[in-house]
């Protein structure tokens, strides 16, 4: 078995910029081994589908005892490296965040996403604040075993101020400064078309993640303008509800079960998607 902290170390060296890394999120255990199983290199957690899947909205409302345990039984079935969503970092204070950060690097994750907004306000936090929380992750980083990846995400392309200009030039200037102290990966959420993409990339000069939805380029494109990571966010949270609404519409009006039957695995599969790969996964 691969070690966690050679986890971390490969998981870092797929942010190198030579292609993309396509990230898949999952919500829990056999979501995350049908990726793996799928080949992908890398599996990340959906914090909207994680803690939907566990009865809470996103956020922090999830106790972080239960979060890391969910992310626990993910890390338990991958032979792949394993990034968690922390939201905001579970934390009042960076010593908190850190503290927080800390027990879910122990369950098993090799990286981290954070957040620079709040759930319950749906503001962005001030960027000095932001930036002792993340100060605090790369010291806890360097007391570690584990070098773990941190993934620092600005939503004010969302909650900014001013028009759509002032809005990118703060999330330019926030993710310098997340770049500056230690960040492996900026995350720009709501950057979805070319133009803009390709402006924060060449500006950074630095690792880029990008999120799927509705407009976003091709991996092929985002390879062309510099993106380093392209994760699918809850997308994939999305098409699975939207496949049990479908199959439940046709069901319920048609008699037909389609929708359910076409395209599953079957229950061996299913089963074994609760326990570890016996055989690494070939490249």
């Known amino acids: 078995m691969i070690s966690q902290a050679a986890k971390a170390e490969e998981f870092r060296r797929l942010h190198n910029r030579k292609s993309v890394l396509v990230l898949p999120n ?19 957690t959906s914090s909207a589908g994680l803690m939907v899947s566990l009865g809470y909205p996103d956020g922090e409302d999830i106790p972080a005892k239960e979060f890391d345990q969910a992310v626990r039984r993910i890390a338990r079935v991958l032979s792949v490296p394993l990034s968690a969503d922390v939201v905001g970092g579970f934390g009042d204070t960076p010593e908190g965040v850190a503290k927080s950060v800390k027990e879910v690097i122990a369950a098993g994750a090799v990286g981290i996403n954070i957040e620079d907004f709040t759930h319950s306000t749906k503001k962005l936090l001030p960027a000095e604040k932001q930036v002792a929380r993340l100060k605090a992750l790369v010291r806890l980083r360097k007391s570690l075993s584990v070098p773990f990846v941190i993934n620092a995400r600005t939503d004010a392309l969302r909650f900014g101020s001013g028009d759509e200009d002032a809005k990118l030039e703060e999330a330019i200037r926030r993710a310098e400064s997340y770049r500056d102290l230690g960040a492996d990966c900026v995350y720009p959420m709501g950057l979805t078309d070319a133009a803009p993409i390709s402006r924060f990339v060449k500006t950074l000069d630095f690792p880029v993640n990008v999120m799927v939805r509705k407009g976003l380029p091709s991996v092929p494109e985002l390879q062309r303008l510099g993106v380093a990571r392209v994760s699918f966010g809850p997308s994939a949270s999305y098409a699975a509800m939207g496949l ?32 570890p790969r016996k055989t690494a996964r070939p490249d």
Do not use: H, M
């Not at 999952?26 to 990340?44: C, I, K, M």
């Not at 439940?248 to 061996?268: C, H, M, P, Y």
């Open 26 to 44: 999952a919500w829990d255990v056999p979501s995350a081994r049908v990726f793996e199983d799928e080949g992908f290199p890398a599996v990340a």
């Open 244 to 275: 049990l609404k479908r199959a439940s519409r046709e069901i319920l009006e048609k008699g037909t079960f389609a929708a359910l039957v076409e395209g599953a695995i079957n229950f061996d599969e299913l089963n074994s998607l609760a326990v």
